[in-house]
């Protein structure tokens, strides 16, 4: 079983909102990761996991605020984001993050800010 | 810096018949290679990997080629179905943490 779960799907939310995008994997990977995908482009990477402890954050704008609360879990929380933030997000999990491995990625919310 | 490139955006073959998918990398800390699959609005999926002290390997009707000293990744897929019609996306890591490095994307169209 390979299979990352992210949920909402799809959200809509207006520059003021809090929101949280959710996923769950439970083939007991210890890395996992939050990409972001605009229309026509490669997936962007944002945060690394790894063993539950933020590893890397490519200076990503403090609108948006990783949480680890266990293994199996990754949340992405989101507060006065920009219109430019509407995207495809992907989370992604993998064995490890310290050494090259295949990631696996979850079918991604499609979000919407007005 | 694009360190992963696929310098094909679009590739149309006929059903049946090979694609050959191609990408290009820069870095030669690089030593393990991806090519995953996206339909539109779905989250990539793993095809097949290779890693640096391989030069082949195959899964079915994909095949991916490694040419270290040209720095260059190919995949295959013979023969071709109207189904394998996706974004196809190469991708590169290296033994420094977890992050791959994707190329632009090639969308592959099989035609009946």
């Known amino acids: 079983d390979t299979e990352v779960t992210q949920t909402p799907k799809h959200l809509v939310m207006g520059m003021t909102n809090k929101k949280s995008l959710k996923c769950e994997q439970h083939?007991?990977?210890?890395?996992m990761y939050w990409y972001k995908q605009k229309a026509k482009k490669p997936p962007e990477l944002m945060f690394v996991?790894?063993?539950?402890?933020?590893?890397i954050n490519e200076s990503v704008p403090s609108r948006f605020s990783p949480e680890c609360p266990n293994s199996s879990l990754l949340n992405l929380h989101l507060h006065a984001l920009q219109p430019e933030d509407s995207a495809l997000y992907l989370c992604?999990?993998?064995?490890?993050?310290?050494?090259?491995?295949?990631?696996?990625f979850g079918p991604g919310t499609r979000l919407t800010v007005l | 810096d694009q360190q992963v490139k696929q310098n094909s955006p679009s590739l149309s073959v006929q059903e049946g018949r090979i694609s050959i998918l191609n990408c290009d990398y820069t870095?030669?800390?690089?030593?393990?290679f991806l090519w995953y699959k996206k339909y539109p609005a779905e989250g990539p999926t793993f095809l097949i990997s290779?890693?640096?002290?391989?030069d082949k390997n195959e899964d079915g009707r994909f095949t991916v080629f490694l040419n270290k000293s040209a720095k260059h990744l190919s995949l295959h897929i013979v023969p071709s179905q109207p189904g394998d019609s996706a974004v196809y996306f190469c991708?590169?890591?290296?033994?420094?943490?977890?992050?791959?490095?994707f190329g632009q994307g090639t969308e592959l169209s099989v035609k009946p």
């Open positions: 083939m007991g990977h210890r890395a």
């Open positions: 290779i890693s640096s002290i391989k």
């Open positions: 996991y790894s063993y539950e402890k933020l590893s």
């Open positions: 992604a999990s993998s064995q490890d993050a310290g050494s090259p491995d295949t990631q696996y």
């Open positions: 870095n030669s800390m690089f030593d393990y």
């Open positions: 991708a590169a890591g290296h033994n420094q943490g977890g992050k791959l490095i």
